[in-house]
């Protein structure tokens, strides 16, 4: 078991303002395994991932990460875990217009300061980019590249401290057809090729499809939906 969700539930505000959106969720990630989450806006599938990353609480429930218990450990170790464990991919690619595509797919490299281990991870991060044809736009900057390859750069830049859990929020939501396809392929590719889980939320069911399950998450609840 890599991360597991036990009755989690999350609310926003109190009395009548009071937003039920998760409800007794729970959920398990094992190793390697893709998963993709769908349901309609406002579901609170974006809660879902941020809780399951560390980067928000539940009301009641329980988070495991690498078997330990979220709840318990400190800001440091948790920090590490989201470096070290988790990547994180969003439907903005978020790189900084300033730094050249190179630079800012290293960017999850600074806090580290083991030498031998960042230069695995910049040669990893080489070989991703060749892979997914960035290598040619290695020194340009994000305002020179097309919104595709500036997610793709995002993917890498998740994938460079070599994480066991890859988290995605829309990773295709901002792209055109073409590149929602070359995304989705990639982001399979990586899964098998390197052993990665995932869990990608999207209301793509043809990016949906590409992963091992599939869950609806609607009304706070998940339930699992058979692939065709």
């Known amino acids: 078991m890599l991360a597991e969700l036990q009755h989690v539930s999350k609310h926003y505000g109190q009395g009548a303002t009071r ?30 991932l941020n809780i399951l990353g560390t980067l928000d ?10 078997e330990q218990e979220v709840e318990k450990l400190d800001d440091n170790r948790l920090a590490a875990i989201r470096n070290q464990t988790i990547g994180f991919v969003f439907q903005m690619h ?9 630079e800012n797919i290293f960017l999850p490299l600074l806090p580290g300061k083991n030498k031998s281990r960042r230069m695995v991870s910049e040669e990893r991060a080489r070989q991703l980019m ?24 995002a993917v890498v830049r998740a994938m460079v401290n070599n994480p ?25 590719e990586l899964n098998r090729t390197y052993g990665v889980a995932m869990v990608i939320v999207t209301h793509s069911m043809n990016l949906a ?17 058979a692939q065709e």
Request: aromatic share 4%.
């Open 19 to 48: 937003n039920q959106v998760l409800r007794e969720l729970s959920l398990t990630v094992g190793e390697a395994r893709s998963i993709a989450i769908v349901g309609p806006s406002g579901s609170g599938k974006s809660t879902l």
């Open 209 to 225: 499809k590409k992963m091992q399950h599939i869950y609806r998450l609607q009304g706070g609840k998940l339930t699992g939906i």
């Open 94 to 102: 978020y790189l900084l217009p300033q730094l050249t595509l190179t």
């Open 57 to 66: 609480r539940p009301s009641s429930g329980r988070v495991f990460m690498e």
């Open 164 to 188: 066991r859990l890859l988290l995605a929020d829309e990773p295709t939501g901002s792209l055109d057809e073409e590149n929602a396809e070359i995304t989705g392929n990639l982001l399979s």
């Open 130 to 153: 060749e892979r997914m044809g960035l290598k040619e736009h290695q020194f340009r900057r994000p305002g020179e590249l097309s919104l595709g390859e500036c997610q793709r750069a």
